[in-house]
Nanobody
């Protein structure tokens, strides 16, 4: 019953920015880790960034200094601000959340993905 919906993808010029959003809905008691993954054409899905409930963040080396992950616990939302985008950032970006439901069950949930294309 938990659902994640991403938005904000699209076509972006190299060097420009984009902001992805993900909203989690359903029978939520609380959310622990939230993060973003991406899958480039012909490649496997890889981890990009994580934010834990107290706001601490982690990033894959290739996006450090360019991407910023954040969350709004009141809105059950996670965001990914992407600056200085490169062609190699082109991928489908997926939102991920570990959700403790109101029935006390813990699940690992994924959004449907949003396409980011970095091209001139």
């Amino acid at each position: 019953q938990v659902q994640l919906v991403e938005s904000g993808g699209g076509l972006v010029q190299p060097g420009e920015s984009a902001r992805l959003s993900c909203i989690v809905s359903g029978d939520i008691e609380r959310i622990s880790g939230m993060g973003w993954y991406r899958q480039a054409p012909g490649a496997q899905r890889v981890w990009v960034a994580t934010v834990v409930p107290d706001g601490r963040t982690s990033y894959v080396d290739s996006v450090k200094g360019r991407f910023t992950i954040s969350r709004d616990n009141a809105k059950n939302a996670v965001y990914l601000q992407m600056d200085s985008l490169k062609a190699e950032d082109t991928a489908v970006y997926y939102c991920n959340a570990v959700v403790i439901s109101t029935n006390r069950r813990t699940g690992d949930y994924w959004g449907q993905g949003t396409q980011v294309i970095v091209s001139s």
